[in-house]
């Protein structure tokens, strides 16, 4: 299965889900993670970061394609460089 | 065709860019639209994005999915509003 999650997290508490994603997945943009990645691995990760999240000011959404084949990604400008992930 | 695009441009710029993909696409997050569309209008949204971008700078990515059936999308914590973005 292939992911895309997009975050808008606060300041207080986005390294933490930022360090938490970046075991799992790679980051590609700021408040941006993708990958491949398991359903089990995905429970995983997405209950780490549920401890860390205040879910009355946070937002976090899980884009999810079966099989990869199924999804195209295209990039105008730069490709960012996950050095570039302020951590 | 579904599309997700994420974004990361500089702040001069990235007003003009949320104006342009506000009329093709729905906001969904900070730096994140979605939303189905067709090749060639989401040919005309990334050659008006493309005028306005610094290709050197800034960086827009485009996840593309045929068959929207082919993508689910779960939300953890808050679902934004479009009202939200800072336009």
Redesign the interface.
Known sequence: MFV?I???VSESRVNKVRKVLKKYLIW?????FEGVITEAKLYKC?SE??RI???????????????PK???????????NPEDMFL
């Open positions: 895309i997009t975050y808008d590609t943009q700021n408040s941006v997405l970061v549920n999240m205040d879910k009355r000011e946070d937002s976090l959404y899980i884009y999810k394609v079966e099989n199924n999804l195209s990604k295209d990039v105008l400008g730069i490709c960012k």
